[in-house]
Structures are given as C-alpha cells and as structure tokens.
C-alpha cells in the first residue's frame, strides 16, 4: 500500500533552517508528481510546494518564494524541503502528498515550530 513517512521536524529559531524528507513506497515513486502542504494552528491546510516527475517543473507558494526548496531524489523514493530562513508564520504541521489514479495519498505530517 501507498505510504508516505515524513521526517526531519523540530523546533527553531527564526532565520533558522530545516530539512523536510518524505520517503514513499508502494508505488512507482518516480512516475508521480509530489507536493508539501502545510497547516498552520486554527488555518486551512495550504499548499507549499509541487515538484513533477522528473523534478524538472517546481511551483512554489509566494510566501516562501525563495526561502524554500523542494527537490526529490527518484533512487532513493524521496522527495525533500529544504527550508531556509525560517519566520514565526511558517509554524505548521507540514505534510508530503501525491495523487495516483484520481486518488490522494497523504503522510501522517510533521510539526514545524519557529520561535525564539
């Protein structure tokens, strides 16, 4: 079966950095597309990132536009955000996420805490 396992949250400071991974398995990882979505306490969940396939396309939110960096490794079934300069505003639990089939598949999230 499809899952997702997220890794690599915590606790920083702002201006700090994080990295993000989220190892798949039970599918052809490299023939789908990957996003990370967050979800900030009392908001909607948000879309952060979107890399294609092959990772040649990404797509990002304008308030992480150029802080962030999604990137994916197919040999390793893995995709990544790297999160540099990190504000208050980007506490959330963040999730990695594809779609198969018409059908979404969703990890189980990893807290993102920014705070002096």
């Known amino acids: 079966q499809v899952q997702l396992v997220e890794s690599g949250g915590g606790l920083v400071q702002p201006g700090g950095s994080l990295r993000l991974s989220c190892a798949a398995s039970?599918?052809?990882?490299?023939?789908?597309?990957m996003s990370w979505y967050r979800q900030p306490p009392g908001k909607e969940r948000e879309l952060v990132a979107y890399?294609?396939?092959?990772?040649?396309?990404?797509n990002y939110a304008e308030s992480v536009k150029g802080r962030f960096t999604i990137s994916r490794d197919n040999a390793k079934n893995t995709v990544y955000l790297q999160m540099n300069s990190l504000k208050p505003e980007d506490t959330a639990v963040y999730y990695c996420y594809t779609s198969i089939s018409f059908r979404t598949y969703w990890g189980q999230g990893c807290q993102v805490t920014v705070s002096a």
């Open positions: 890399i294609s396939r092959a990772g040649g396309t990404t």
């Open positions: 039970g599918f052809t990882f490299s023939n789908y597309a």
